[in-house]
C-alpha cells in the first residue's frame, strides 16, 4: 500500500488549501478511508472517514468548513479546506484500512492569525 499526499502549506486564517491524496494497493473506494490530522503536542486525530459502505462522516470541529471527496480514475481523495483556523495547524495525514491501518507521509498546513 502507498499512500502519497501533497498539497500542504502555509495561509492566514480564513484562506483556503486543497490537499490530495494518490492510493496505490488497495481496491480504491471499497474501504475505511479518509484523512487524519495531528497538532503539535496532540494525538493524531481522524477527521473524515469515507466508510467501505460509502457513508461520509466528519467531526464536528471541520464539518461545513473542510469537503472530502474521491476521484476513482486518479485513484486519489482530496480534502478542500476553507475558512481556516490557527486551531487547524497540525501535520495531515490520509488513511486507508486494507488488510491493516495506513497512513501517508504527512503534509503540514500552518494557519496563521
Known amino acids: 500500500v502507498q499512500l502519497q499526499a501533497s498539497g500542504g502549506g502555509s495561509v492566514q486564517a480564513g484562506g483556503s488549501l486543497t490537499l490530495s491524496c494518490k492510493a496505490r494497493?488497495?481496491?480504491?473506494?471499497?474501504?475505511?478511508m479518509g484523512w487524519d490530522r495531528q497538532a503539535p503536542e496532540k494525538q493524531r486525530e481522524p477527521i473524515v472517514r469515507?466508510?467501505?459502505?460509502?457513508?461520509?462522516n466528519y467531526t464536528d470541529s471541520i464539518r461545513g468548513r473542510f469537503t472530502a471527496s474521491r476521484e476513482y480514475a486518479r485513484r486519489t481523495m482530496y480534502l478542500r479546506m476553507e475558512n481556516l483556523k490557527p486551531e487547524d495547524t497540525a501535520v495531515y495525514y490520509c488513511?486507508?484500512?486494507?488488510?491493516?491501518?495506513?497512513w501517508g507521509q504527512g503534509t503540514q498546513v500552518t494557519v496563521s492569525s
Open positions: 469515507f466508510t467501505a459502505d460509502g457513508t461520509l
Open positions: 488513511y486507508v484500512r486494507w488488510r491493516g491501518d495506513w
Open positions: 494497493g488497495i481496491v480504491f473506494g471499497r474501504t475505511d
